[in-house]
């Protein structure tokens, strides 16, 4: 067994504040246009293009938060949006009210990887030592409508990743596997260490730092 990766983290959340807008869509529409997103699994099908929306009310105040829906979307405050991206390579996107427009709020956007993280095999374990009890031998499905393959939901640190999947000058990356059950539908996300433990200190209230095996 491997040791915990010197280069990369996971962070996880240990509540997710606030509701994207609307709800028809979980969100998704403004991020990723009406037709870039499957109705039939909640995957995007496209590269996000638009702003999250969140709704107005119980609008997120912390400096690092996930909101609700959006199990692979990390936002910053704006003053900690302006020190991160400074000092890290990060690209970064703005965070709406419906009718309102700019918060000042940033998405963290991730570098989409195209290498596999996880070894089939390794992440068909994961997955079975997880859910077997009340799935049996499933590991995911094929969406009916887009025809796409979404594993059940496990953690970043339940799989060992690949380390040659991690090759990017970005210091935040979202895996190509989908995980999730209906229309619960999200990417895993790995960040720098150093980058992964300034988001944990600015919140550390609502998050904590996830070690993961890469090898």
Known sequence: MQGPSVDWVAISPRFTPGWPWPEDSYGLGPMYGDDGWCRGCGTPLVEQSGPLVMQGSKFPTADVWMPNWRFDVVCVSEQLAADIS?????????????????????????????????RQEELVLAVRARHSEHYGDQTGSSCATCGRWKWLPV???????????????SDV??????????????????????????????SPRNWHLVEVEVN
């Open 86 to 118: 400074e000092r890290f390579s990060v690209d970064l996107g703005e965070v709406h009210k419906p009718r309102k427009g700019p918060t000042g709020v940033q998405q963290i956007l991730p570098a989409l990887t195209v290498d596999s993280w996880h």
């Open 155 to 169: 953690g970043e640190n339940e799989a060992p990743i690949v380390a040659s999947a991690l090759m990017s000058t």
């Open 173 to 202: 990356l979202a895996s190509p596997e989908v995980f999730g059950d209906g229309l619960k539908s999200f990417r895993h996300l790995l960040f720098r260490r150093p980058l992964g433990e300034t988001l944990v200190a600015a």
